[in-house]
T-cell receptor, first 111, second 122 residues
């Protein structure tokens, strides 16, 4: 399954919202009723860290300004108010079908 | 909360093998899937496959199927990746990550190792 993220990069003013898109080449809805798309954030020199699992479940400790949504093949990560610490690369990942696949990432920078 | 601690950096010659370990501190890999992910310089992460020690199941990406092996110790606290017949294009940071699988909870890879740099050079 190919995961396509847009935009490739995003320059955001602190305090403003940001919207990141992820499109899959096949539906990520499994027969068990769950949709297996997840969002990760990576700072330079650090491992990726889980932000959102199964479309919209914020991982423990993730600020509520991060919101995941979508269904089928179209998914969105919204940051309601971008902060300086949000600078880095965001990846969507599908786990409905082997091999699991990452999107190519969206780089978020501060204006 | 489980913390994953990986082995140190490796410099290897082409054609040789590398073994990377991933130790779970504060927990085990029981009922978990251990994914291995690598990231070449300036590139995005690439999922290499996963190992589920509870059921002894491994899945590998097609391109590495003949060169990579996953394993774990009997206590399910340390996982291993072995990559053989190394090539220069295998130079990357290798990460282990712990998550769920179908029937065992969320698939989100919640815990990650710090990464192991593998350099393949003659």
């Amino acid at each position: 399954i190919v995961m396509t993220q847009t935009p490739h990069s995003l320059s955001v003013t602190p305090g403003q919202p940001a919207s990141l898109s992820c499109t899959s080449s096949q539906s990520l809805l499994h027969s068990d009723g769950e949709t297996y798309v997840h969002w990760y954030f990576q700072r330079a020199g650090q491992p990726p860290q889980l932000l959102i699992s199964e479309v919209s479940n914020r991982f423990s400790g993730v600020p509520d300004r991060f919101r995941g949504s979508g269904s089928g093949t179209e998914f969105t990560l919204r940051i309601t108010r971008v902060e300086a610490e949000d600078v880095g690369v965001y990846y969507c990942v599908q786990t409905v079908q082997l091999p699991w696949t990452f999107g190519q990432g969206t780089k978020v920078e501060m204006k | 909360q489980v913390r994953l601690v990986q082995s140190g950096a490796e410099v290897k010659k082409p054609g040789t093998s590398v073994k990377v370990s991933c130790r779970a501190s504060g927990g085990t890999f029981r009922n978990s899937a251990i994914s291995w992910v690598r990231q070449a310089p300036g590139q995005g992460p690439e999922w290499l496959g996963r190992f589920i020690p509870t059921i002894g199941s491994s899945n590998y990406v097609q391109k590495l199927r003949n060169r990579v092996t996953f394993d774990a110790d009997e206590t399910m606290t340390t996982a291993y990746l072995v990559l053989s017949r190394l090539r220069s294009e295998d130079s990357a940071v290798y990460y282990c990550a712990r998550g769920g699988y179908f029937g065992s909870g969320s698939h989100g890879m919640a815990a990650w190792g710090q990464g192991t740099t593998v350099i393949v050079s003659s």
